[in-house]
């Protein structure tokens, strides 16, 4: 997972505040995916954005949850107005242009809201 | 709801012993996935499986992918200490999306 570069590895954010997490991709990927890690389960997928497009954010609740991937710079998770269910670990992956291609994933990013 | 099982949740052995995890699964998959986890870390990627029936060797680590495409097990020989951390499996859902079962934590002692 070397080259998918997230940050910051860790954040915390009173209720209410906003959380941005940002990930730049592995040098030639162009597909950028976001996961949620809560305690003691698996991965869930949120969304799936190529550069400035939103492929599936099916996995993103439905409010306060965004995210995008612009043309140039790192690809933003946003969560606004943070509640302390929204503390969990939060993984960016990238895999290359084609299709069926291995995904790497970043180190994460551990939000924690007091 | 998983769709993936995995068991056990944990296992404990102690250097040297064998291990097996399972990942089960009423659906089928194009391929399947197994990551090792560390804490604080991200997953990374071990091995991807296909073929139905499929055998593949990593050094210690043996995968195999049920004939039906819906269950894998991983099994470690002589386990080491290094060998300690999360096991996940993903399944491919479409062309990219990953559906993770809730991991196999391992430890081994020295």
């Known amino acids: 997972n070397a080259g998918v570069m997230q940050n910051p590895r860790h954040l915390v954010r009173r209720r209410g505040q906003e959380a941005r997490l940002r990930c730049s991709p592995m040098?030639?990927?162009?597909?950028v995916y976001w996961y949620r890690q809560l305690p003691e389960e698996g991965l869930k997928f949120m969304v799936y954005?190529?550069?400035?497009?939103?492929?599936?954010e099916s996995g993103m609740p439905k409010e306060r949850f965004s995210a995008e991937f612009p043309k140039e710079g790192p690809s933003i998770l946003r969560i606004q107005q943070v509640v302390r269910g929204d503390s969990a670990a939060y993984f960016c992956?990238?895999?290359?242009?084609?299709?069926?291609?291995?995904?790497?994933f970043g180190e994460g990013s551990w939000l924690t809201v007091v | 709801t998983q769709l993936l099982e995995q068991s056990p949740q944990f296992l404990s052995i102690q250097e040297g012993e064998n291990l097996t995890v399972y990942c089960n699964s009423s659906?089928?998959?194009?391929?399947l996935q197994w990551y090792r986890q560390e804490p604080g870390e991200g997953p990374v990627l071990l091995v991807t499986?296909?073929?139905?029936?499929e055998v593949k060797k990593l050094k210690r680590l043996t995968f195999q992918f049920g004939d039906a495409r819906k269950d894998s097990s991983l099994h470690i020989t002589a386990a080491q200490p290094g060998d300690t951390g999360l096991y996940l499996c993903?399944?491919?859902?479409?062309?990219?999306?990953?559906?993770f079962g809730a991991g196999t934590t391992v430890t081994v002692r020295a």
């Open positions: 040098k030639g990927h162009s597909h």
């Open positions: 659906s089928v998959f194009s391929s």
């Open positions: 992956a990238s895999s290359p242009p084609s299709t069926g291609n291995t995904i790497y």
């Open positions: 499986v296909v073929t139905g029936g």
């Open positions: 993903a399944g491919e859902v479409g062309d990219y999306k990953l559906s």
């Open positions: 954005l190529q550069k400035e497009n939103i492929i599936d």
